[in-house]
């Protein structure tokens, strides 16, 4: 089982910045052989999917933010955050902290761990 818990969500002005962490539980090996992801939700849609890094420190976007949002991991701290620079009003939702890996009871699957979410509210 993993614990993941995030920090440094908060209020900012439109085009501040911000830096979320997540901290997870559990064997620095597991950890290291995860991938990890940030997704964002706002009040009443879906959770979407903000930036991902592999294991190998290879990371993906979406497109909106590229340029923008950094994500980073710290394999010795079992760490991943992700910098987020010019926030935007409707980037305005709670974060969430993803870490996956295969099933080991069925490698043709994936499991995924969640933290509870820090909130990012970006108004003036």
């Known amino acids: 089982q993993v614990h993941l818990v995030e920090s440094g969500g908060g209020l900012v002005q439109p085009g501040g910045s911000l830096r979320l962490s997540c901290r997870a539980s559990?064997?620095?090996?597991?950890?290291?052989?995860?991938?990890l992801g940030w997704y964002c939700q706002a009040q009443g849609k879906q959770r979407d999917l903000v930036a991902i890094?592999?294991?190998?420190?290879?990371?993906k976007y979406v497109y909106s933010v590229k340029g923008r949002f950094t994500i980073t991991r710290d394999n010795a701290e079992n760490k991943v955050y992700m910098q987020m620079e010019r926030l935007k009003p409707k980037e305005t939702a709670v974060y969430y902290c993803?870490?996956?890996?295969?099933?080991?009871?069925?490698?043709?699957?994936?499991?995924?761990?969640w933290g509870q979410g820090t909130q990012v509210t970006v108004a003036s």
């Open positions: 559990g064997s620095r090996s597991s950890f290291t052989v995860s991938d």
């Open positions: 890094i592999g294991k190998h420190h290879d990371t």
């Open positions: 993803d870490l996956y890996k295969k099933n080991p009871n069925n490698p043709s699957t994936t499991i995924h761990f």
